[in-house]
């Protein structure tokens, strides 16, 4: 995707703030449904950015920067290219421009974050503790102005006085950017601290390039009437909504707001179709129901643990189970029609026994994997325990496992997230083939001794999890017997 001009417009705009954790895919979209015309990602670290690689995802349609550890930590897709603004966490130019250049051709303007309070932020000497350092300030801004196809801005708070602030956005706007942000909230204040209307407005009466208002939501900003009051009160070109919108992104909507159950709904289905992970879809939908999260249906979703059980809280249970399906047979179909780029285990592949299937934890009974069924059906049998090669892909990191049982080789030809869910799979082909039950809830079968699963045999596709395996390495090992473990929590985005 590229985006061939610089015109990306900042005057009488309405913009979705970024956000921390708030502001990845699903919801980018789903405020560009609803009014919004500028939307902003969340804060992402320039070291972060930098350890990751551009994959284009075929199945999701979208680009995705991803990590060493195979986490996606920034996905964007074509529908967004020309309206999505990337915000990043710096405090060195070199590192800044060099992430400008990593995304500028997918998205359509660099921001560069200079006003989060957080530690996260501010330990770094980003966020709002550059404000401190004007001549570092100038620098990234200018080095990026210079360096990068895309339109720069940043966003930042008022200092304690009136007259350093209008001496700092000067001093800014002489690097070239194309627009600043101002949170009327001093570095030390919070949301219940009065938002200053009259720092942004001689911010704006100072600077010929626009400027937008921000930090509007908990005085001023409770539906889209309120929007333009708090432009015209901070006569600001445009105005970036960040809680307000974030509690229901349908507040960009000229005509009102919609129902928060049709909201969440929507989000849900974004999530679902473009693989956002739980965590952080379950974290959105938390901040959308507020004071609702002890309603039955804020219970339901409180307790769920993965994006099927979010779904089936909110009556999505079926569009979960159909869509998942799609986005299988897109990608089975991707690998089939692309052999040249499908590298398969240094084997002979002739005899191998092979299906389309993969493992999801949630199918299966707490404390039983196809893997478990599959060894204690080779040791009632008296056979050789079965044997695992795995390799890793290059192109996109997915791996798959070929086993051999009793010297037969079985594979499932969908590639997987991790070395282990790539094992799972294998086991399974072995065991469908031989009309062998596989741990399956509700599934009749012979009783497995009991045995307590290590940890990562829990991993539903957390690339935290996963073991390391060089590209193209071939993992030969026998399946022992595991050891007890508890999961680690999976961090939010």
Not at 393 to 407: G, H, N
């Given at each position: 995707m590229i985006v061939n001009s610089l015109s990306l417009c900042y005057h009488n705009k309405l913009i979705l703030a970024p956000m921390v954790r708030v502001g990845t895919l699903p919801m980018r979209l789903l405020a560009l449904d609803y009014g919004a015309d500028i939307v902003y990602c969340e804060e992402l670290i320039d070291l972060k950015m930098l350890q990751c690689k551009r994959v284009v995802n075929e199945a999701l349609s979208t680009v995705d920067f991803v990590a060493p550890d195979d986490r996606v930590v920034f996905r964007t897709c074509e529908r967004e290219q020309s309206r999505v603004v990337f915000q990043m966490g710096t405090s060195d130019a070199e590192r800044a421009l060099a992430v400008a250049r990593l995304v500028e051709n997918d998205v359509a303007g660099i921001d560069v974050n200079m006003g989060c309070p957080k530690e996260y932020s501010t330990k770094g000497g980003m966020g709002a503790a550059l404000l401190s350092d004007p001549d570092k300030i100038e620098k990234i801004?200018?080095?990026l102005v210079k360096g990068t196809q895309r339109p720069v801005t940043c966003k930042i708070r008022i200092l304690p006085s009136l007259e350093d602030t209008l001496s700092l956005v000067k001093r800014i706007e002489r690097t070239g950017i194309a627009a600043i942000a101002v949170h009327?909230?001093?570095?030390?204040?919070?949301?219940?601290?009065?938002v200053s209307c009259e720092a942004i407005k001689a911010v704006a009466e100072t600077l010929s390039i626009p400027v937008i208002a921000n930090g509007g939501s908990h005085d001023h900003i409770q539906g889209y009437l309120d929007i333009e009051d708090?432009?015209?009160a901070t006569a600001a070109s445009s105005v970036m909504v960040a809680r307000a919108a974030m509690w229901n992104p349908s507040i960009f909507l000229k005509e009102g707001p919609r129902p928060l159950e049709e909201v969440m709904q929507k989000y849900i289905r974004y999530a679902v179709q473009y693989d956002n992970h739980y965590t952080n879809t379950k974290y959105c939908l938390c901040q959308m129901l507020r004071e609702q999260l002890e309603s039955p249906q804020g219970?339901?979703?409180?307790?769920?643990?993965?994006?099927?059980?979010?779904?089936?809280?909110?009556g999505l249970g079926a569009f979960y189970e159909e869509t998942t399906r799609e986005l299988d047979a897109r990608r089975a179909k991707l690998l089939a029609r692309s052999p040249e780029e499908v590298e398969e285990p240094a084997e002979d592949t002739s005899g191998i026994i092979k299906m389309a299937v993969k493992f999801d934890r949630r199918a299966y009974s707490p404390q039983i994997t196809p893997k478990m069924c599959l060894l204690e059906w080779c040791r009632r049998e008296k056979l050789a325990q079965p044997v695992y090669e795995t390799?890793?892909?290059?192109?996109?990191?997915?791996?798959?496992?070929?086993?051999?049982?009793?010297?037969?080789?079985?594979?499932?030809t969908l590639w997987d997230k991790s070395k282990k869910l790539a094992e799972q799979a294998a086991a399974i082909v072995c065991l469908r083939s031989q009309g062998l039950p596989e741990g399956r809830l509700r599934e009749e079968g012979p009783s497995l001794h009991k045995r307590k699963r290590e940890a990562p045999d829990q991993d539903t596709g957390d690339p935290r999890a996963q073991e390391p395996v060089m590209p193209g390495e071939?993992?030969?090992?026998?399946?022992?017997a595991l050891a007890s473990g508890k999961e680690s929590p999976l961090e939010g985005w």
């Open positions: 801004l200018s080095t009327g909230r001093k570095r030390e204040e919070r949301p219940q601290h009065p708090f432009r015209q219970r339901l979703l409180h307790a769920a643990q993965s994006s099927q059980e979010i779904c089936e809280a909110f390799v890793q892909r290059p192109l996109d990191r997915l791996f798959c496992s070929v086993v051999t049982v009793a010297e037969q080789k079985y594979q499932s071939l993992c030969k090992k026998p399946f022992l």
